[in-house]
C-alpha cells in the first residue's frame, strides 16, 4: 500500500500526507484503501495561471471534437491540443510559443490515415 501511494504521489506530483497513509492490513486479510486527489492550480499571476482555453466556442459548456480518421485527407494531420492555434481544431504551431512562455510541454495530437 505504500508502495501505491508513493506512486500516485510521484505520478500527481504532490506529496500524500501521513494522515492519508494507508494503515497495514491484519495478518490474512485483504484491506480497501481509498485516496482523493484533488488538483489545486497555483496561486500565481503568469499566463500559465490563466485558462488554457481563452476564445474558442466559450458558448460551450465542453468543447469537443470528433475525426474520422478514414475521413482525413492527409496521411498525417496534426490537431491543437493547447487551444492557441488560430487554425483550430488543426495545430499551426503556437504551442511552441506557448511552451516557451509557461514552461507547458504541450504538443499536437496526431492522427495517421
Known sequence: MAALANGLSAFCGVAIPAEAAP???RAGRSQRVS???RAEAAE???ASSAPI???IRKDSDKVVDTVQADELSKPLTAYCRCWRS???PLCN???VKHN???GDN???LLLKK
Open 23 to 25: 494503515v497495514s492490513a
Open 35 to 37: 485516496l482523493a486527489v
Open 44 to 46: 500565481t499571476t503568469t
Open 53 to 55: 482555453n481563452p476564445s
Open 86 to 88: 488560430e487554425t483550430f
Open 93 to 95: 504551431g503556437a504551442h
Open 100 to 102: 516557451k512562455e509557461t
Open 106 to 108: 504541450v504538443g499536437p
